[in-house]
């Protein structure tokens, strides 16, 4: 059921901030199991309430049209066939309207931009920037498959686990709805972590867990599905970068503190949408396809660029000569990024699936760029005075790289001093400034959403007027000569945006189905023979048996003839249990004890055999190798990286916090014939 559309009194800041409140606290006790409040009525929930109802709707049209199509294809009779044709183009009108609607949607720039952004003056006043929306996804019931795995595959008893499992969904439920702050993607974060886990301990790479995945497109909303938990991974991947979008376009821009979070914000979206550009392939939806990511990417560092521009004009508030240069290439800088973004938003296998407004939004940003790098070249040249003997060779230096090419006229030298020569490549270039700018807005007029859009006209109507009014100050009644065509701007910038990749050892995390045992032997893609329990009298030479490593401990070696050998105990069973008490996590020192501890009567002892294992040195291989998961849609560097994080240097990429780790030396060694350095013998 979809909450009641009611007036939010807040534009959505008041609500995030409140959930974030409430995650970040529940993040401190060690739990974040809570997400937004979904019927919280602020703007961006609602917005992303009628996402998911026409997600929704595209979901069951779509559904409807294949129908229709298998109908049309199946039936031989004709009056059939105009039945199921007339319906098909029903059907397909509903998707078109429904397209629309949510393309509407995604251009709602507005709603995730900063209050204060929208109420500033118009000189201080910030270009919107473009978020995404978050991908919805459908409920998933994990409760049933789980427990049979862990029954069919562990030997447990599944209803023991239901807690836990409870506890995953419970997680997966609450990141759909995370809060826009740091606390939202903390809760992504840990989530994701999870997945590793979960792959490791529940995916074997020859059969299928049995349940799918549904996501929808960010974008179209059409629906999609895998069984692969690489797309769920990709998906929560993707929703980490829209979130970072979103949480970059609420910042304050006016002030320094919001630029930084902004640009800080922008770059980890382009570092989240590149890494699931290089380490997943196949996915099924477009908005994860490596054209779309690579447009997301451009897009992000665009916006990255327009933010450190909008910084400088903040840091540089002195009006000297140099300094308007700067600023002139800064803006020719943004222009240059967002012209690239520009081009990859209209190739072929983008262009029919970004949204129009996107596309308008970029080209209206760089054209009005453009404009800005004129202007502020027309005012170093128009407003500064005219360069000193001893300025001049700091001034030479800085415009022999300020143009694309050298302006035609006078030398540099009699162009930097004389006042006249200097108003007349400042005309030219506030000519082409204000060209630029009515370019800009034409571009701009021929949007309907991007019309509706007051604060994005307000910026452009003020700069063209700004251009035109610096252009009539400094025009004469007596100029006679043709204003001649002032040459392009070199781009430079003095910050380089970063693309930040996701720092997956931020959110540390414990499995969650830790009891099941340590992953090095208790993981989906090792299998054993059935567990077995043995009962061991001590012998005059002990129990005949060497041990060695730590959770679970493994028998390296039985003496023949002992109490071990005549017990049953092979050379690598690992110990899971001592007289009814769980040894899987225990250390060496843990079962020696339990061991040393037995009377006469003896002890029990549960012991596994790894499927295919040899002897200890196959055995400890086995043990070495963890899960590298399964799923189609997952890339050879997508399987690599899972190698490095089961290896010893993991930490370097992810921080799982486990209890322990394994242990080669013995601290309970009684010498004994043929043991081993790092082995002891009871």
């Not at 002030?255 to 914000?265: E, R, T, V």
């Not at 020696?592 to 009567?601: A, F």
Request: aromatic fraction near 8%.
């Amino acid at each position: 059921m979809m909450p009641p559309e009611e007036k939010s009194p807040d534009g959505g800041e008041e609500g995030d901030r409140a959930s974030g409140l409430v995650l970040l606290q529940a993040l401190k006790s060690g739990s974040a199991r809570k997400g937004c409040d979904p019927f919280a009525q602020t703007q961006r929930s609602k917005l992303q309430h009628r996402r998911a109802r026409i997600n929704q709707q595209i979901n069951k049209e779509m559904r409807m049209r294949a129908g229709a199509e298998n109908l049309f294809r199946a039936t031989s009779n004709h009056k059939v066939k105009e039945t199921v044709a007339l319906e098909l183009s029903y059907v397909n009108s509903n998707l078109q309207l429904l397209k629309e609607e949510l393309e509407e949607l995604n251009s709602s720039m507005d709603v995730y931009q900063n209050d204060r952004l929208l109420s500033s003056s118009s000189e201080s006043i910030s270009v919107p920037m473009i978020p995404l929306g978050l991908k919805e996804t459908k409920e998933l019931d994990l409760l049933v498959p789980l427990k049979d795995l862990i029954s069919e595959h562990y030997g447990e008893e599944g209803i023991l686990f239901e807690k836990e499992i409870k506890e995953f969904m419970e997680l997966r439920q609450a990141m759909r709805t995370p809060s826009r702050n740091e606390a939202g993607l903390e809760l992504l974060m840990e989530y994701y972590n999870q997945l590793y886990f979960l792959d490791s301990r529940f995916f074997p790479p020859t059969k299928s867990l049995g349940v799918f995945f549904h996501w929808y497109d960010s974008l179209t909303g059409v629906p999609s599905h895998q069984r692969a938990l690489a797309f769920e991974k990709g998906s929560v991947l993707f929703n980490i970068g829209a979130l970072h979008t979103q949480i970059g376009a609420r910042q304050d821009r006016a002030s320094l503190p919001g630029l930084n979070q902004a640009i800080d914000a922008f770059q980890k979206a382009a570092g989240a949408f590149n890494y699931l550009k290089e380490n997943f392939s196949n996915a099924p939806s477009l908005d994860m396809s490596a054209a779309s990511l690579n447009m997301l990417v451009r897009l992000m560092v665009a916006q990255v660029q327009e933010c450190v521009f909008e910084k400088m004009t903040l840091l540089r508030a002195q009006h000297d000569f140099l300094t308007r240069l700067q600023l002139a290439q800064e803006a020719a800088r943004v222009e240059d990024v967002y012209s690239l973004v520009h081009q990859t938003m209209t190739q072929a296998h983008v262009k029919d699936y970004v949204p129009f407004s996107w596309t308008t939004m970029v080209h209206v940003k760089s054209e009005h760029f453009k404009a800005l790098s004129h202007y502020f070249a027309a005012i170093a040249l128009c407003d500064c005075p005219a360069a000193s003997d001893a300025e001049l060779p700091e001034q030479e230096k800085a415009f022999i790289q300020f143009h694309v090419t050298m302006p035609e006229g006078p030398s540099l030298r009699v162009l930097l001093q004389d006042p006249e020569e200097r108003r007349k490549l400042g005309k030219a270039h506030l000519k082409k400034a204000i060209m630029k700018h009515e370019e800009a807005m034409r571009i701009h007029g021929l949007c309907k959403i991007l019309r509706k859009m007051d604060i994005l006209q307000e910026v452009l109507s003020f700069a063209h007027k700004r251009s035109l009014s610096k252009y009539s100050e400094i025009d004469h009644e007596e100029d006679f000569f043709e204003t001649g065509d002032a040459p392009d701007i070199h781009p430079k910038t003095h910050q380089k945006p970063e693309i930040k990749s996701p720092n997956f050892s931020q959110v540390k995390v414990t499995d969650l189905f830790h009891r099941l045992g340590p992953l090095s032997v208790f993981s989906a893609k090792n299998k054993w023979y059935p567990a077995r329990r043995v009962h061991l009298m001590r012998g005059e030479n002990g129990f005949g048996f060497t041990l060695r490593g730590d959770s679970p401990v493994l028998i390296a070696g039985v003496i023949p003839g002992g109490c071990a050998a005549e017990a049953g105990l092979k050379e690598g069973d690992y110990i899971i249990s001592v007289n009814g008490k769980d040894c899987k996590w225990s250390k060496h020192a843990e079962v020696v004890q339990l061991l040393k501890s037995t009377g006469e009567e003896g002890v029990e002892i549960g012991v596994i055999t790894l499927q295919g294992s040899e002897g200890p040195k196959a055995a400890d291989k086995k043990a070495a190798a963890m899960s590298s998961g399964s799923g189609m849609l997952k890339s050879n560097k997508e399987n690599s990286r899972k190698s490095l994080m089961n290896s010893k240097s993991a930490s370097t990429l992810l921080v799982w916090s486990k209890k322990s780790k394994r242990s080669k030396k013995s601290t309970y060694g009684i010498p004994f014939t043929a043991v081993g350095d790092n082995e002891a013998m009871y």
